[in-house]
């Protein structure tokens, strides 16, 4: 899944929360839909990509994340990432490798793609190591200093997982973790630093949002 199937693929509307409205896909490969969740507010953009490379504070806004960690990391913006998600009782924990790379998407849009490498690490007994990841944040600036963020993502949780249930719990992925991630980027008390070293790799345009 990449920035163009995310922002132009064949997504059916299902419902709106919130200014966040949520998408899903039906995929050839399997019987687990994709979902997307779309919202905008004003936000710097540098401030928001800071905060996706904050990983020591993503449990404050990733749904569900009981653990994450980073597991190997590259001069050309590509990180390893391991996250543990949090399941319903009697499921065990949901575990997921994702390589994550930052690239340019267009007219000053900037996107954040996600690829899963479940065998980069041996398997743990204690979690469920999932083996279908695929998905791709889009950053695009719009006027007066508003952003559009776009979250679309394949995951197949396993076999003990029947597909009718992920299809519909996966509703509160895209809607709680955009909610969540524009509470913590409006916090003014929230100030990740600036990885100067984007500016290597991206240019970056900066829009001042608006002041109320």
Do not use: C
């Amino acid at each position: 899944m990449d920035a163009v199937s995310a922002l132009k693929g064949n997504w059916e509307f299902r419902v709106e929360h919130k200014n966040i409205r949520v998408y899903s896909t039906k995929l050839n490969h399997s019987n687990v839909h994709g979902f997307k969740g779309e919202t905008e507010f004003p936000v710097s953009f540098k401030k928001l990509i800071s905060l996706f490379y904050d990983t020591g504070n993503y449990r404050r806004w990733v749904h569900q994340l009981a653990e994450m960690e980073v597991l190997d990391k590259n001069d050309d913006l590509e990180y390893v990432i391991r996250q543990v998600i949090n399941t319903p009782w009697p499921l065990s924990q949901r575990e997921m490798i994702v390589r994550t790379g930052l690239q340019a998407a267009g007219e000053n849009a900037v996107a954040v793609t996600m690829q899963g490498v479940s065998d980069f690490i041996p398997q743990n007994s204690r979690y469920h190591r999932v083996q279908e990841t695929r998905g791709v944040w889009v950053f695009t600036p719009l006027d007066h200093g508003r952003v559009r963020i776009t979250f679309a993502m394949h995951v197949n949780p396993g076999s003990d997982v029947p597909a009718p249930v992920s299809n519909t719990a996966m509703f509160e992925v895209p809607f709680y973790t955009l909610q969540n991630l524009r509470n913590l980027a409006l916090d003014a008390s929230y100030n990740p630093p600036y990885p100067e070293d984007i500016e290597d790799h991206i240019r970056i345009i900066e829009d001042v949002p608006d002041r109320p």
